[in-house]
């Protein structure tokens, strides 16, 4: 019965032109007689739990339209605060905007119970559509708006988990125990049920396989893999972080035979099919600890502007297409730099030897060659492969010394091109920044460590025009690139970065009104230049940035030229880096094609490989990020709190975002961290909270509001949330 039944009204409501329908409906279209009633009641609860059928207003019912069809591909986010967002693919992205109306779409909010047991990272099916507010027609007459619909988006299907493997602190309990975990990249608390390995004692950190997922009421379960240690031991904490994002530390086998099969040596026959720059003056500009230097400049004066070379490593000369290397490469997507290590996309052999750049050795380079006009602008380029050796391997810190500090590398020619390298920087640096680039450039926070892995301090590196030079030079090749390769037809993988989402410019529009800046539209270009414009020297420049950025799309790889927002660029892509990004070697070998389109260019994958690939790296480039940016803050909260018993704390400038009752919200832009000053901690006598104003006042006139300075130490740090209490180090001015 049941399976006839199942059959009968699968055909009913599968039939042209159905119309959703009611229980009592159904059993009337079906001609079911009142014992055959419970069946269907049973039968749709199973359905619409199993995601065949959705449960419409008025408890009508229809077929969840078939995979393809009507359901989302994209991504599931979960936040640390819990909340849970549904990120479209870039191919739904069209659809979803026409169906919302919307220029522009970052992210769906999922209820937490309309998720279907998805997690961080996962690629899911969902339903997206447009729905009245419940108790809408209460209030209301007529028929709503496009401003009155609200957007429901439900989770139907995982299509592939993230991670295989959480990470968490076991807790005694049960009959094997539990594994709590941060909420985020694992469960809050995941079930053992198998016995635990002997060395585990409570309060230790642990890799768990996943043996089932949390969905509803049903909680996570796992088996215990690995025994990490303390939290606080010698290097466990940087592990932890690997095994929780799943990166890879060793290379496979197959992978380092056929690195150690490569040779130093560069053939006679490949030497001759090239460009030979090694005679002349090719430098090449990085951080002091850099090991690998995938990038070098020449610059020379003509009697109307400039010539630039851009010179760029050729791994694509030794990683080919279908090799082990070349499948490593794309799995691993990009490079992570943790504190203590890095961890590379290529093996040393390659990065650090073959293909790095160093001083005095020839290697192979792909080149961009531009020629620059006075105003600033790129009239000319062409490409080509190369040889070059290095005349000199510059650290920023030493570049710096020339270009602003007038020193001499000993090397008057040397020096003489740096000159012409900074005039040119300067020029194209104007020249993006008045099309309308955004300068969202903040410290950069490197946290010290000794040989045991243990903070010893922090440095914060602010970007000066040693820098500003390399990254002018580096964007306008990798303009020049993106331009050629779009203009030709080529298959390439672009960097994209979409248009801000209205919402959140409104948001900030208002944060910025309350500093008390003129704010115009800024869905216009035009009247975000004059914001920025209006925030340099603001005594609230850091935190207004910051808080512009946060309001930003992430950037991303697509096969489609979508343009970059944030650079102000219609045509950009990734190519000035190959050693530590996938995307790159992609580029260099559809570059390829333009610079010997008769020769034996590499075959380029299919659209839709093309695709899966842009999209594999750019959620592999966000793991990295987030690892990261996880593993610095860890050890900075490390250092901050040993800082909390030091006798003489280093002090921090700290801006005040909010007032409460409890205290003041502060933000540290050189430090790029979050806290609470506890009323208790106030220095200068009995302070009292003014809810009206909102902000806090004392007996000698001073007070504590949103946008003020002052200067603090650490208190208290809670590693585990990642919140630290601070103290004033003095009365605030």
Same mark, same amino acid.
């Given at each position: 019965?049941?399976?006839?039944?199942?059959?009968?009204?699968? +055909?009913?409501?599968?039939?042209?032109?159905?119309?959703?329908?009611?229980?009592?409906?159904?059993?009337?279209?079906?001609?079911?007689?009142?014992?055959?009633?419970?069946?269907?009641?049973?039968?749709?609860?199973?359905?619409?739990? *199993?995601? $065949?059928?959705?449960?419409?207003?008025?408890?009508?019912?229809?077929?969840?339209?078939?995979?393809?069809?009507?359901?989302?591909?994209?991504?599931?986010?979960?936040?640390?605060?819990?909340?849970?967002?549904?990120?479209?693919?870039?191919?739904?992205?069209?659809?979803?905007?026409?169906?919302? /109306?919307?220029?522009?779409?970052?992210?769906?909010? %999922?209820? =937490?119970?309309?998720?279907?047991?998805?997690?961080?990272?996962?690629?899911?099916?969902?339903? %997206?559509?447009?729905?009245?507010?419940?108790?809408?027609?209460?209030?209301?007459?007529?028929?709503?708006?496009?401003?009155?619909?609200?957007?429901?988006?439900?989770?139907?299907?995982?299509?592939?988990?993230?991670?295989?493997?959480?990470?968490?602190?076991?807790?005694?309990?049960?009959?094997?125990?539990? %594994?709590?975990?941060?909420?985020?990249?694992?469960?809050?608390?995941?079930?053992?049920?198998?016995?635990?390995?002997? &060395?585990?004692?409570?309060?230790?950190?642990?890799?768990?396989?996943?043996?089932?997922?949390?969905?509803?009421?049903?909680?996570?379960?796992?088996?215990?893999?690995?025994?990490?240690?303390?939290?606080?031991?010698?290097?466990?904490?940087?592990?932890?972080?690997?095994?929780?994002?799943?990166?890879?530390?060793?290379?496979?086998?197959?992978?380092?035979?056929?690195?150690?099969?490569?040779?130093?040596?560069?053939?006679?026959?490949?030497?001759?099919?090239?460009?030979?720059?090694?005679?002349?003056?090719?430098?090449?500009?990085?951080?002091?600890?850099?090991?690998?230097?995938?990038?070098?400049?020449?610059?020379?004066?003509?009697?109307?502007?400039?010539?630039?070379?851009?010179?760029?490593?050729?791994?694509? /000369?030794?990683?080919?297409?279908?090799?082990?290397?070349?499948?490593?490469?794309?799995?691993?997507? &990009?490079?992570?730099?943790?504190?203590?290590?890095?961890?590379?996309?290529?093996?040393? $052999?390659?990065?650090?030897?073959?293909?790095?750049?160093?001083?005095?050795?020839?290697?192979?380079?792909?080149?961009?060659?531009?020629?620059?006009?006075?105003?600033?602008?790129?009239?000319?380029?062409?490409?080509?492969?190369?040889?070059?050796?290095?005349?000199?391997?510059?650290?920023?810190?030493?570049?710096?010394?020339?270009?602003?500090?007038?020193?001499?590398?000993?090397?008057?020619?040397?020096?003489?091109?740096?000159?012409?390298?900074?005039?040119?920087?300067?020029?194209?640096?104007?020249?993006?920044?008045? +099309?309308?680039?955004?300068?969202?450039?903040?410290?950069?926070?490197?946290?010290?460590?000794?040989? /045991?892995?243990?903070?010893?301090?922090?440095?914060?590196?602010?970007?000066?025009?040693?820098?500003?030079?390399?990254? =002018?030079?580096?964007?306008?090749?990798?303009?020049?690139?993106?331009?050629?390769?779009?203009?030709?037809?080529?298959?390439?993988?672009?960097?994209?970065?979409?248009?801000?989402?209205?919402?959140?410019?409104?948001?900030?529009?208002?944060?910025?009104?309350?500093?008390?800046?003129?704010?115009?539209?800024?869905?216009?270009?035009?009247?975000?230049?004059?914001?920025?414009?209006?925030?340099?020297? /603001?005594?609230?420049?850091?935190?207004?940035?910051?808080?512009?950025?946060?309001?930003?799309?992430?950037?991303?790889?697509?096969? $489609?030229?979508?343009?970059?927002?944030?650079?102000?660029?219609?045509?950009?892509?990734?190519?000035?880096?190959?050693?530590?990004?996938?995307?790159?070697?992609?580029?260099?070998?559809?570059?390829?094609?333009?610079?010997?389109?008769?020769?034996?260019?590499?075959?380029?994958?299919?659209?839709?490989?093309?695709?899966?690939?842009?999209?594999?790296?750019?959620?592999?480039?966000?793991?990295?990020?987030?690892?990261?940016?996880?593993?610095?803050?860890?050890?900075?909260?490390?250092?901050?709190?040993?800082?909390?018993?030091?006798?003489?704390?280093?002090?921090?400038?700290?801006?005040?975002?909010?007032?409460?009752?409890?205290?003041?919200?502060?933000?540290?832009?050189?430090?790029?961290?979050?806290?609470?000053?506890?009323?208790?901690?106030?220095?200068?006598?009995?302070?009292?909270? =003014?809810?009206?104003?909102?902000?806090?006042?004392?007996?000698?006139?001073?007070?504590?509001?949103?946008?003020?300075?002052?200067?603090?130490?650490?208190?208290?740090?809670?590693? *585990?949330?990642?919140?630290?209490?601070?103290?004033?180090?003095?009365?605030?001015?």
């Amino acid at each position: 019965m049941n399976q006839s039944l199942e059959d009968l009204l699968f +055909a009913c409501m599968g039939k042209p032109g159905y119309q959703p329908q009611d229980q009592s409906e159904l059993a009337r279209s079906l001609g079911l007689v009142s014992r055959e009633r419970a069946h269907l009641r049973q039968l749709l609860r199973d359905w619409e739990a *199993a995601g $065949k059928v959705v449960r419409l207003s008025k408890a009508k019912y229809a077929l969840r339209k078939a995979e393809g069809s009507g359901a989302v591909e994209g991504r599931i986010r979960k936040l640390r605060s819990g909340k849970v967002l549904f990120i479209p693919s870039p191919a739904a992205l069209p659809g979803l905007r026409s169906l919302l /109306h919307a220029d522009s779409l970052v992210e769906l909010v %999922v209820p =937490e119970f309309r998720s279907g047991g998805a997690m961080d990272g996962d690629k899911v099916l969902a339903s %997206v559509r447009l729905s009245v507010p419940k108790g809408w027609r209460r209030f209301r007459k007529g028929k709503p708006t496009m401003d009155d619909l609200q957007v429901e988006v439900r989770v139907d299907k995982v299509l592939e988990r993230k991670r295989g493997t959480w990470v968490g602190v076991y807790q005694p309990g049960g009959r094997f125990g539990f %594994v709590l975990g941060d909420g985020q990249t694992s469960p809050e608390r995941v079930k053992l049920v198998e016995e635990v390995p002997g &060395n585990l004692l409570a309060g230790q950190l642990a890799t768990v396989e996943a043996l089932s997922y949390p969905k509803g009421k049903m909680e996570a379960t796992g088996r215990v893999t690995e025994v990490l240690g303390w939290p606080e031991a010698e290097g466990v904490d940087i592990t932890a972080v690997i095994r929780k994002y799943e990166l890879h530390e060793e290379f496979p086998e197959e992978v380092i035979a056929a690195v150690s099969r490569l040779s130093e040596e560069i053939p006679q026959e490949v030497l001759a099919r090239r460009e030979d720059w090694s005679g002349r003056p090719v430098i090449t500009i990085d951080p002091a600890t850099a090991r690998d230097f995938d990038d070098a400049i020449h610059v020379r004066r003509l009697e109307k502007g400039w010539e630039l070379a851009v010179h760029i490593a050729d791994v694509s /000369h030794y990683v080919q297409p279908g090799s082990a290397l070349d499948a490593e490469a794309r799995r691993r997507g &990009n490079s992570t730099y943790l504190p203590d290590r890095v961890l590379p996309m290529l093996p040393p $052999k390659l990065c650090d030897h073959i293909c790095s750049l160093r001083p005095g050795e020839k290697h192979l380079t792909k080149m961009c060659l531009m020629q620059v006009s006075e105003k600033g602008k790129v009239v000319k380029m062409r490409f080509a492969d190369a040889v070059i050796s290095s005349h000199r391997r510059f650290s920023y810190e030493e570049a710096a010394e020339v270009l602003l500090h007038g020193a001499s590398c000993g090397d008057a020619e040397v020096d003489a091109m740096l000159g012409e390298a900074l005039t040119l920087s300067r020029l194209l640096r104007k020249r993006r920044m008045e +099309a309308g680039a955004l300068d969202l450039e903040f410290p950069d926070v490197r946290v010290l460590l000794d040989a /045991h892995g243990h903070t010893t301090g922090v440095e914060c590196e602010v970007s000066d025009e040693s820098h500003q030079l390399i990254e =002018e030079f580096m964007l306008a090749a990798n303009e020049c690139v993106a331009a050629t390769l779009k203009t030709k037809s080529i298959p390439t993988i672009f960097r994209v970065h979409e248009d801000p989402d209205e919402g959140k410019m409104f948001e900030f529009a208002s944060l910025a009104r309350q500093y008390g800046l003129k704010v115009g539209d800024l869905r216009r270009r035009e009247d975000l230049i004059v914001l920025m414009q209006e925030l340099k020297g /603001h005594p609230d420049e850091s935190i207004l940035k910051l808080a512009l950025l946060r309001s930003m799309m992430r950037a991303r790889y697509d096969t $489609k030229p979508l343009g970059h927002f944030g650079l102000a660029k219609p045509d950009y892509c990734h190519f000035t880096s190959p050693i530590r990004r996938y995307a790159d070697l992609v580029v260099h070998r559809s570059l390829a094609r333009v610079i010997d389109p008769e020769g034996k260019a590499p075959r380029l994958p299919d659209a839709v490989s093309l695709q899966q690939a842009a999209d594999h790296i750019s959620e592999t480039e966000r793991n990295s990020a987030n690892a990261e940016q996880e593993a610095n803050m860890l050890k900075l909260y490390e250092w901050l709190e040993s800082q909390c018993e030091a006798g003489h704390p280093q002090e921090w400038e700290a801006i005040v975002t909010d007032a409460r009752p409890l205290g003041v919200m502060v933000e540290m832009p050189m430090l790029q961290v979050r806290g609470l000053i506890p009323s208790e901690l106030f220095t200068g006598g009995k302070w009292w909270f =003014e809810s009206f104003m909102p902000r806090w006042s004392n007996r000698d006139g001073k007070v504590l509001q949103a946008g003020m300075r002052v200067m603090v130490v650490p208190a208290k740090v809670d590693r *585990a949330n990642r919140w630290i209490d601070w103290k004033m180090a003095k009365q605030p001015e």
